[in-house]
T-cell receptor
Framework: AQTVTQSQPEMSVQEAETVTLSCTYDTSESDYYLFWYKQPPSRQMILVIRQEAYKQQNATENRFSVNFQKAAKSFSLKISDSQLGDAAMYFCAYRNSGGSNYKLTFGKGTLLTVNP | ETGVTQTPRHLVMGMTNKKSLKCEQHLGHNAMYWYKQSAKKPLELMFVYSLEERVENNSVPSRFSPECPNSSHLFLHLHTLQPEDSALYLC??????????????FGNGTRLTVT
């Protein structure tokens, strides 16, 4: 079974600075998808960024980018120019491309605090 | 975003009560999910429906009973719950299993407290 590990329960960053959240996963599959979701106090999980495993180029969405290292099974999230609104729980998630691909497996999350 | 709406937002119930959680999606998706979110644990997938048919029942106790009358609505019927069932219950929808790259869209969740 696939597992997702987020080794940082909590992180903090100063406003306007850069922070990197770590995520590693375990899978025997070669084709899959990876996601970062954000959960603010409103509780709604919101997609931040996603990556297809067969694409070597790292995904970027405005201030959010990933460092995808397939061999190392690592998928870290970098937030540049951090803003107060970035404060939230961040979840890394994994999904197969075939088979039981309806399953989205989540890590335990990292609580990000942004200090003014 | 109000694409997925969950009601009620908060629910307190006794162990002998029967209640239901409701989820409605306005995104035209054909897959819907129930997740349980407990503190310091990964989200746990409970049930998955595709085109109103259940495709996953992830070893969930029978005191949780899902219902999907159509592709826009999903219910979770609760009865004789235990205190350890207290958690945030999240509903989500997606385009379907033929598009695994498509993200899940979540509601705001129902915070359930069992007393």
């Amino acid at each position: 079974a696939q597992t997702v590990t987020q080794s940082q329960p909590e992180m903090s960053v100063q406003e306007a600075e850069t922070v990197t959240l770590s995520c590693t996963y375990d899978t025997s599959e070669s084709d899959y998808y990876l996601f970062w979701y954000k959960q603010p106090p409103s509780r709604q999980m919101i997609l931040v960024i996603r990556q297809e495993a067969y694409k070597q180029q790292n995904a970027t969405e405005n201030r959010f980018s990933v460092n995808f290292q397939k061999a190392a099974k690592s998928f870290s999230l970098k937030i540049s120019d951090s803003q107060l609104g970035d404060a939230a729980m961040y979840f890394c998630a994994y999904r197969n491309s075939g088979g039981s691909n309806y399953k989205l497996t989540f890590g335990k999350g990292t609580l990000l605090t942004v200090n003014p | 975003e109000t694409g997925v709406t969950q009601t009620p937002r908060h629910l307190v119930m006794g162990m002998t009560n029967k209640k239901s959680l409701k989820c409605e999606q306005h995104l035209g998706h054909n897959a819907m999910y129930w997740y349980k979110q407990s503190a310091k644990k990964p989200l746990e997938l409970m049930f998955v429906y595709s085109l109103e048919e259940r495709v996953e029942n992830n070893s969930v106790p029978s005191r949780f009973s899902p219902e999907c009358p159509n592709s826009s609505h999903l219910f979770l019927h609760l009865h004789t719950l235990q205190p350890e069932d207290s958690a945030l219950y999240l509903c989500a929808s997606s385009q379907g299993f033929s598009s695994p790259y498509s993200p899940l869209h979540f509601g705001n969740g129902t915070r359930l407290t069992v007393t």
